[in-house]
């Protein structure tokens, strides 16, 4: 039960409140003044713009495209982590031998930046040099190198494939802290009741997995969202924006454009939309998920 | 662990005491600040920021600030900056907007209508005295000067022409190609897929503009005219996409040239991967490090029809900010950066054109892998002046994409294009 | 721990976490792979899995080629101080949160999660223009604080959920006992919290162990450069050197990995409660 001690609360969050206020409201406050404003290529405000910037976005095709892209790239990448990430962790929570060499091969992704990911992934799916060629090839199951970046369909299945293999260390390994804290007796007594593995995952882990399945896809959905490095090492959005999502196209107007206005609007409109889907998410949910919205 | 919770302060108080003293140490770092321009003395303290081309690019500078530093020593420190190539626009673009600037830096020439459209570049013509101008390469130079004033001096040059293998050509009965019949037939004909391609032909990351400069140009097209309006549906340019676009659909380069960007396709010709590939200098210095076996020679690239032969070539600008406190100090550091022995060493290090006279008739310049290059720059092309051109490399670069992946057709895509830049 | 019966459940979960393993592992054996080329191998057609000669010596090179070592120290300093700012700062905060009734309280915990909602690559002009202000620009401490700052929504939320968990009792016996709020907190609660401390200073660690955007951004000394910067400079203009980019992106996975493999136990424990409450 949490006591009432205004003074002592707001003095323990003070510090951080700081902080953050600083570090991350301030340049929030920058990028949400530079969407109403009329802005130079150096990234400098010249007078009120009015909703000029935002009325941009509505006329720009490639801007509805791309959008259109990012919440396929987030669905795809959150759900499929989130599927293959739930046996993985009932795998890892399993008593075998080699468990402890399992969990700590499966951490190499997350122990590596997004950016070194995405480079070794450029390097083995390189155009002619890509290994995964040259042993599709040694197998004689094509006699061409397939061009795996070059194409809309391929370089999707690839980006998508990367940042789902980023993304499953952290989910799985939170599924089976989740786990962890279903208590076993609850298992063996499933088993006695001669309910068998199927049945008992459905009526008794997967309900109790609930809270915690919740809040990592809602942090899932965040990160991916915004998740920067992927796409732009392995495509830059080539051909002709086909491969962009929403922060590498804001990335190539605000510093490859100069068009520092139009890319502050499409910032300012990601986060509503996020917001939006946190609301609606823990809504549905109708779980008080301790991310924040209570 | 539940033993003892209510000890007295021993090892976690001590913890605690770390942790403050860490937090102290944050705090008393953040409080000592860098970014004073002049030191103590009467010491100037300058920044000057220039951009890696390659792993080396820093050691190498870093050499020369040195020097300059030892001889000025009490008057004049250089700190020297670096920052990725590809990230130096970025880089310039927020330090000025937030009167950051460092005193001198290495730029893109094709940035100065920008930048000093945005008063950030200081003219140098009064600074430049005659004996100095002379000492460049007149036509490299004239590449920096915007609005009759001049506000770079070259550095890193490059004039591009086309690498080609010549054993696989006279393996297969053909001579450097010169027309562009030649070079489909050169390209389609040596192609031995997967082990050899023909034409090199990068549609992803930087320079996609660049490469088909090399068609556009040589097809008497252009990208913008004298009044910044896009030339770009014009018949020449079209003609230019599609012969491009026929030559990688008739097999004559690597399928899906948007899987591959500039450096990938550089390294593929390297390793002897493809007949063809048309860019700077540097690939010959790469060459001979690394696969000094190979076969190659470099010539201009072929002209359509008889058109007039233009060399597509680019170079970066060594400038001043309009802004620095101390000008006089900043010009002095340039000159002393321009003696030949820092150009010679840095020209071939990174594999560049010599943009002093007396780099260019030394021995290095004048043996037959680099005069031809020298020699092209007579027909040198630079890139256009526009203080939107970054936006419309963009553009450019889209409607390639476009055309090559078959999105769109070349028609379609420059049209497109067109009706973008007109609206800038 | 369960003891299911091995029956066929049992081993396809296991055949499905072997999958997995492998394909996760697969990019960075094959980093390994390239990390001991010979750069003339590097290009080969068609390419191999294993090198034909084994350059050793790219391991020894790569710190001579850049300063490499001297990114190393910059990064541990960076990483390792950012990490204690991080936890000075959520330890109460999360607390509060855990414990305390204050005004603003609901405000704080949905101000933590907007600041996730920004990708850091749209906050670089504002952080820019702050540290210029406060004279920062191209001083490592500007890392430290960004970092920290940027990775406190999560240890807060994590280490409020584990607080969460720990009994109110033996706070309160401690506090009848004549301990203040702040003796409780340092003498009861952290010690039984070690998990959760190990697990969140982890993250933020990693966090800022790996960030390249925004070090590319304040930073422009090649002294003052971090690892993920240095890493970058081997992505040359007009090659790449793939095997001292790999050799070098590999050794700064390692220390992660120590620390990973050193915790992995508190890690889950840490995540058990503060994720899951």
Redesign the interface.
Known sequence: ?????????????L???V??G??????????AL?SFSNV?????REGFAGLANYQALLSDTVFLRVLAQTVFWTVAVVGITTV?SI??A???????HGR?L????????????????A???R??L??????I???L??LHLI???I??????GT?WAAIILVGI?VS??FTS??L???L??VP?EL??AA?VDGA???ASFWHITLPLMR??LI??TL?NV??VF????IPWVL??G?????TDIL?TY???R???????GPA?AM?ML??VL??AF?LTFSHITKERA????? | MMKSPFARPGRRARRALALALAVATVASLAACGTSNNSASGGEVELRFLFPEYSAKTTPLMKTMVDDFNTANKGEIKVNLETAPWDKMHDKLAVSMGSDQAPDVFGYATRWISEFAGLKQLAPLDDLLTADFREGFNQKVLDAGVYEDKTYGLPVAVSARLLFYRTDVLEDAGLSAPETWDDLMEAATKSANPPELYGLGVPASGIEVDTFFNYFLYNNGGDILDADGKSMLSEPESVEALEFLTDLVKSGGSQPEPSGFTREQVIENFKAGQLAMYPTGPWLTAMIKADNPSMKFAAVPFPTNDGKEQQTVSVTDSLGMSANGAHQAEAWKFIEFMYQPKYRQVFDETEGMLPELNAVAESAYYQTPEYKPFIDALATAKFQPQHPKFEQIQQIETVAIQKALSGLASPQEALDEATAKIDKL | MKRHERGLSWWLLLAFLAVVVAVSIFPFAFALSTSLRPRAELFSFPPTWFPKTWAWENFVTVWTAVPLLRYVLNSVVVSVLATLLNMAFAIPAGYALARLNFPGKRLFRQALLVTQMFSPVVLLIGLFRFMNQVHLLDNNASLVITYAALSLAFSVWFLAGYFESIPIEIEEAAMMDGCTRVGALVRVVLPMSKPALVASGVFAFIWAWNEFMIALTFISTPDNRTLPLGIYSFLGQYSVEWNYLMAAALIAIVPVLILFLLIEKNLVKGLTAGAVK
């Open positions: 039960m949490p006591r009432s001690e205004p003074l002592v609360g707001l003095l323990f969050i510090p951080t409140v902080l953050v600083v570090i991350v409201f301030y340049p929030i406050v920058e990028t530079m130079n290529s150096l990234a400098q293959v046996p993985v009932l795998a890892l929570n399993l008593n075998f402890r399992a969990r700590a091969l499966l951490i190499v992704p997350w122990a590596a930046s997004l950016m070194i990911n480079i070794i992934w390097w083995i390189d155009g002619q040099h890509s290994i060629n040259g042993t090839m040694r006699d061409q190198p061009i795996w970046l070059g194409s809309e370089a293999l499953i260390p390994f939170s089976l802290a989740g962890q804290s076993s298992y063996e088993m068998g593995f199927w809270p915690v809040v990592t942090l965040i990160y915004n998740s920067f490095p495509t830059q080539s051909p002709a924006y086909r922060v804001i990335y190539k605000a510093f490859a454009e100069g068009q520092f502050a910032a990601i986060f996020l917001l946190s301790k991310v924040g919205i209570k």
